[in-house]
């Protein structure tokens, strides 16, 4: 059905100051503490405008005051930073394996976490889970701090109901996440505004925000965790798509290594690890115990290693002739050297590719790791509440 409202409309005076507001907060959120008179420069206000909205963010709590910068001509500048104390949010990532529950501050650093591990997911447990983690956690806080929780943002994959098969569930485990909504189910125990993200969109978002991707306007994103899925970058802005679906990178055509097709999620999950273990009769769960380290299971994890990185090289190319990104940036759940090895791999093999009329893109290692998708989705109110959702526009003169 066609939007009703195909053209912008105007913005009211509010408007326009809520913007301005969202417009420096991001702006402090991605290039750190700044003078003022470089925020004017950088966003086009007009100095005095700056200082009006800083004034104001300051007393709400959201910024805080630097250190008074001398030794330059004219009077001393004064950066104004993020303040971490000014806002918290909850992340909580429903997964196939297991549900996550971190408290991230307003610089996105990592306050309190939980974790529940399954062999599939079950809403009673996930759910109480999540409402005891929250209750736990806040208990924690203090009064001003429980009164700058700002929501619950839930990162879960779509249609979880359909895994059964490869979760090795029974068919019926999962058939509650059909008309279950996480909005209302939270609801129920949090009167804290909830929002809800495909999980590894929120990982995207997460290495985004948090980093070190956001310096290429264009990007490709594939986060392995049981199952691999992945997120896209435009313009500096992470690209849910109109149904929260982009980058939905698991169902891509790829190959085993017999050559047979299968999709890339079946030839680059962490899931066909697991299978490569029990066919050795070696414990899988030791995958996803903390700290990881998975050095006990060495030819295991070198023949998945050789397999992801050819299967990843190849999706890469695929992803590159739709859009021309700059980069593909790899992440997982995946202890930091086997992930440096796995990236290092994919750049060997993406030259040995047929890549005629396409430029290859840079291949980098994410940086956030195993709370990408709950970190991310910690975010999301944040973002759809105090920040703007893009980065466009600063990184010409920052």
Request: one cysteine or more; a negative charge.
């Amino acid at each position: 059905m066609p939007d009703p409202r195909p053209y912008s409309t105007g913005a009211s005076q509010s408007e326009l100051r809520a913007y301005n507001e969202r417009l420096l907060l991001t702006l402090l959120h991605q290039g750190g503490a700044l003078p003022g008179s470089e925020m004017a420069r950088r966003t086009g206000l007009s100095s005095q405008t700056v200082s009006v909205i800083l004034r104001k963010l300051e007393q709400d709590g959201l910024v805080l005051r630097g250190e008074s910068q001398k030794g330059r001509v004219g009077k001393p500048s004064v950066p104004m930073g993020i303040n971490p104390e000014g806002l918290f949010s909850f992340g909580v990532k429903i997964g196939r394996r297991s549900t996550d529950l971190v408290l991230t501050d307003f610089r996105g650093g990592l306050r309190a976490e939980r974790q529940l591990r399954y062999a599939y997911p079950q809403p009673d447990d996930v759910f109480e889970f999540i409402k005891t983690g929250i209750e736990d956690i806040s208990a924690d806080l203090s009064p001003e701090q429980q009164a700058r929780i700002c929501g619950i943002g839930v990162a879960t994959p779509f249609d979880l109901w359909r895994w059964h098969a490869q979760v090795g569930a029974p068919k019926s485990s999962l058939t509650a996440w059909r008309a279950l909504d996480p909005t209302i189910e939270i609801a129920r125990f949090s009167p804290l505004r909830v929002f809800v993200i495909n999980d590894a969109t929120a990982a995207c978002r997460a290495e985004h925000m948090f980093g070190a991707s956001s310096r290429w306007r264009d990007s490709i994103y594939f986060f392995i965790a049981a199952f691999i899925g992945g997120g896209v970058v435009l313009n500096h802005s992470v690209y849910e798509g109109g149904m929260g679906n982009a980058g939905a990178l698991g169902p891509l055509p790829s190959q085993r290594a017999d050559g047979s097709n299968c999709r890339l999620l079946d030839s680059a999950s962490i899931r066909e690890l697991e299978r490569l273990l029990n066919e050795a009769d070696i414990d899988p769960r030791a995958l996803w115990e903390q700290p990881q380290d998975w050095s006990a299971f060495a030819p295991q994890v070198d023949q998945w290693l050789e397999e992801t990185a050819c299967a990843l090289a190849r999706a890469a190319l695929t992803t590159c002739a739709v859009i021309d990104f700059q980069a593909v940036v790899v992440d997982g759940v995946l202890p930091r050297s086997i992930r440096q090895r796995l990236v290092d791999r994919i750049r060997e093999e993406l030259p040995k590719l047929d890549a005629r009329g396409l430029i290859l893109p840079d291949v980098q290692e994410g940086q956030i790791g195993p709370h990408a998708s709950a970190l991310g989705a910690a975010a999301k109110p944040l973002i759809a509440q105090y920040l703007l959702d893009t980065h466009a526009g600063f990184t010409a003169t920052s």
